[in-house]
């Protein structure tokens, strides 16, 4: 039955949001025939919760609505509705530090390659998940990771729920026993199955330029800002391999792993192997923006 359906890894049955009802997990369904289920023809965003308070969420909710103009997808809510729904899902969770998973997809029509004319109504889904911050283990040892060929598409910074090259990408880092892949196009640095990437040279910290071969994060935004509070400077540009392989100190970010030191490459220790000093100062800024929610 529907209302014994179990879920691997999902404990419980929260509640989630499905066009426009909120209602259990184990009941919300869509049709086969939805485009995000047939095509992948959908965009996502997750927002990061911490003393039930979403972080970021205006930066969040703009970059959905970049990549729901990018496909063309119509929106479905005002921004004050959307930030209404993630209090509602808030409101809902019994958790105190979660993520909110927000998907929009081109809705339920007959299976066609182009966009059915006329629009259908997009399917809108929300839910809330736990979210474990790093562990002061894994901020004082850091993560691993290897380097391997980019082989996605084109679009990368459209926040796609179509995310096979991602799921190739990171089962490699599973397959190498490592936490993370280090993805290269051309000799030059992209970013990872889910993270984004950070070169330290000479005290400055580089990321790769906000183009269509990377997914621009939030951080992206946020590590700029705490650069400018801390006085580290800060560029982004074209960042060779060559580069990353000599880096002063390696990071990574996202929403849900915040940032934390990359130490291994490909079996060899990045510098001298330990989180350093920029990731320090950066952690420590990014801790406090945290703490400024309670």
């Known amino acids: 039955m529907v209302q014994n359906m179990l879920i691997q890894g999902v404990v419980g049955d929260p509640t989630v949001y499905l066009n426009g009802e909120f209602g259990p997990l184990s009941e919300a369904k869509i049709s086969v025939l939805d485009r995000g289920f047939i095509f992948g023809d959908g965009i996502y965003e997750v927002v990061p919760v911490y003393h039930r308070k979403p972080f970021r969420m205006a930066q969040h909710l703009a970059r959905l609505e970049r990549s729901l103009a990018k496909i063309k997808i119509a929106q479905p809510h005002t921004l004050e509705q959307w930030q209404k ?4 899902l808030i409101d809902r ?12 997809t081109r809705g339920v029509a007959k299976r066609d390659h182009a966009y059915p004319v006329p629009a259908v109504t997009p399917t809108v889904f ?3 998940a736990p979210m474990a911050r790093p562990s002061a283990a894994v901020r004082e040892k850091g ?9 996605r598409w084109l679009h990368c910074d459209i926040k796609s729920v179509s995310l096979l090259g991602n799921v190739l990408a990171k089962q490699a880092a599973v397959d190498a026993g490592v936490d993370e892949v280090i993805q290269f196009r051309d000799g030059n640095l992209t970013e990872a199955a889910s993270c984004n990437i950070w070169v330290v040279k000479g005290g400055k910290l580089l990321a790769p330029l906000k183009n269509n071969l990377v997914l621009e994060g939030i951080r992206y935004g946020l590590l700029e800002e705490l650069c400018k509070e801390v006085g580290i400077p800060f560029e982004l540009r074209t960042i060779t391999r060559a580069e990353v392989e000599s880096a002063d100190e390696l990071m990574l970010s996202s929403a849900t792993r915040e940032i934390l030191p ?8 990045v510098a001298n192997g330990l989180p350093g000093i920029i990731y320090r100062r950066l952690s420590t800024a990014y801790d406090a923006r945290i703490a400024a929610l309670a």
């Open 262 to 269: 990359i130490v291994q490459l490909d079996g060899k220790p």
């Open 85 to 88: 729904l993630v209090q509602d």
């Open 93 to 104: 969770s019994p958790e105190t530090t979660c993520m909110v998973y927000l998907q929009i």
């Open 126 to 128: 929300g839910m809330v």
């Open 143 to 151: 993560v691993s990771v290897v380097s391997i060929p980019d082989e």
